[in-house]
């Protein structure tokens, strides 16, 4: 009698497993913008107008946050962002901590010129920049 029971039992549970995946659609991707009135940092249009600024006047201060700027200096750092590849860039004793929204390819050593917005100070009290335009120099 057992024997009739299993048979029948696994044509009912592989009857049961038979059914279709349900159909998945493809998500489509959120554009995000930046407020009205506010600089994105991720357009390089926002960063075209930028004023060159040294390591002396952002390790100060007295740059107010939201305005384009444009450092040069040389990446002693790689660090790791979850949002976007970050870096950091120093003249010397002054440091500062970018945030590579172009996304742009760098290594230790390279001497650049970052053209972004002045996002205030990240960790340690470094000056933080979000930077859109990213210039190796040779």
Known sequence: MYKFFIPLSLVFLLAACGEEAPETTE?????????????DPTAPEE???????????????????????????????LADDIAFPSFIIADGENRIY???????????????????IYEGSAEENM???SVSIIEKSE
């Open 27 to 39: 998500e489509s991707q959120t554009e995000v913008t930046a407020p009205e009135g506010e600089l």
């Open 98 to 116: 970018i945030r590579n929204m172009a996304e742009t390819p760098v290594e230790v050593g390279d001497n650049i010129t970052a053209d972004g």
């Open 47 to 77: 960063a075209e107008n930028a004023e060159f600024v040294s390591f002396e006047e952002l390790a100060s201060g007295n740059i107010e946050e939201g305005i384009g700027v444009s450092v040069q200096g040389t990446v002693e750092e």
């Open 127 to 129: 000056p933080m920049i």
